[in-house]
Every structure is written in C-alpha cells, then in structure tokens.
C-alpha cells in the first residue's frame, strides 16, 4: 500500500531556533501534500495544502513566515517552523495525495507524524 | 462551519467484549464519513467510509452507517481483539480532499 514517511519522529528545539520537517511519500507520487497540526485532546486542523511546484495554500490563522512550505518533488514536502516558541510545541502530520489516484478524498495517505517540543 | 464530535477516551475493554464508538457531525453540504485509525508509532490508516445517507462501511469487523437522521456514523464491532488497541479518528470530507477532524479516540483492548 501506499506509505508517506516523516522526519524526525520527534525533535526538541530551543526557543528562537528552526526545524524542518521533511514529508515523502516512498511508493507513489503525490501532486499534492497536507500538513496538520494536532494538539493534545484536540483534532487534526489543516495548517496548508502544498502543491509540487508551487506555493502552498495556507488556511485561515496559519501565518505562512512562520511555517515555511516547500514542495519541491513529487515525492518530497517539507514543514519549516521558524523561529521556534513553545507554543508552536505540537504534533504535525502529513498526507499526501496520490498522484495517480482518482481524486476521492480517502486517496490521501498519512505520515506517522512528528512531535515537535520547544523548550 | 462543519465540526466532528466523538466521544472522549480513553476507552477500556476486554477482550470479545462489543464497542462502539460515538461520532455525530455538522456539516451544511453532504459529506463523506471516515474512520480513520492509528497504530503505535503508524500513520492515519483508512478504516471504512460511507458516502450518503444510509451507506453501511465495513473492515475488519468493524462498522458504521451513516445516518443523516441523527447526523451520526457511530464505529461498532462485535468483539474487539488486543490487536485492535490504536487511536480512532473519526473525520468527514466535505468539499473533496478537505478533512475535518475529531478529537480522535483512544481504545485500550486487555487480554
């Protein structure tokens, strides 16, 4: 089956400082890249939608300075969260749609996620 | 706006014993329901879904149907195994490829 992969699993950073978050997708190509955020008891909420070659699109809240999205490949995302603070401490997610799929919306393939502490 | 409600975990069962596991949504369109559930360690893996009113998804023993009455697609199975221990999200998609989430629920399945 189709599997996306993220790295690290898990990074603790100091405040000020940036981390990157890389998303692939290993066996197919993905056109298109989710990123979420979930904190603790709380839903998935979808941060921005990348496309490969262009800008991503950012949902209502999210500043985009700050989480920098890059979708380069199609096999490769990548989350920056710059300038680190503590409540930027959450867990994010990836998903990636199948480029090859029939654009139904379970054709998104999730990461395992990466816990982000800012200390 | 659209919202998804489950219930709040965690839940602790024996094993055989029957779950379910509640999930009512808003939505002002017509939404696809998912559950989607999360290994230890896994990403998001797709459970079932239902499409409209009324469809039944099923896998792996477990359903849902989706009741547009109650505005409900509440996740059973007959008798859980300690295998199927793992967070599950319950989600509608509403337009295509936009995801809302619940809170997710966690299930703790005890030989």
């Known amino acids: 089956g189709a599997v996306v992969s993220q790295h690290p699993s898990w990074v603790i950073c100091k405040s000020g400082t940036s981390v990157k978050i890389e998303c692939r997708s290993l066996?197919?190509?993905?056109?298109?890249m989710f990123w979420y955020r979930q904190f603790p008891k709380q839903s998935l909420m979808l941060m921005a939608t990348s496309n490969e070659g262009s800008k991503a699109t950012y949902e209502q809240g999210v500043e985009k300075d700050k989480f920098l999205i890059n979708h380069a490949s199609l096999t490769l995302s990548t989350l920056t969260v710059t300038s680190a603070h503590p409540e930027d401490s959450s867990f994010y997610i990836c998903?990636?749609?199948?480029?090859?799929?029939?654009?139904?919306?379970?054709?998104?393939?999730f990461g395992p996620g990466t816990r982000l502490t800012v200390t | 706006g659209d919202s998804v409600t489950q219930m709040e975990g965690p839940v602790t069962l024996s094993e055989e014993a029957f779950l379910t596991i509640n999930c009512t949504y808003t939505a002002t369109g017509y939404p696809s329901l998912f559950w989607y559930v999360q290994y230890p360690g896994e990403g998001l893996q797709l459970l079932l879904k239902?499409?409209?009113?009324?469809d039944k998804g099923s896998n792996k023993g477990f359903e849902a149907t989706y009741r547009k009455e109650t505005t409900s697609f509440h996740l059973e199975k007959g008798s859980v195994q300690v295998s199927d221990s793992a967070v599950y999200f319950c989600?509608?998609?509403?337009?295509?490829?936009?995801?809302?989430f619940g809170t997710g629920t966690r299930l703790k399945v005890l030989a």
């Open positions: 998903s990636a749609r199948d480029h090859a799929g029939t654009g139904r919306p379970e054709e998104q393939y």
């Open positions: 066996d197919f190509q993905a056109t298109t």
């Open positions: 239902a499409t409209k009113a009324d």
């Open positions: 989600a509608l998609s509403d337009p295509p490829n936009k995801y809302i």
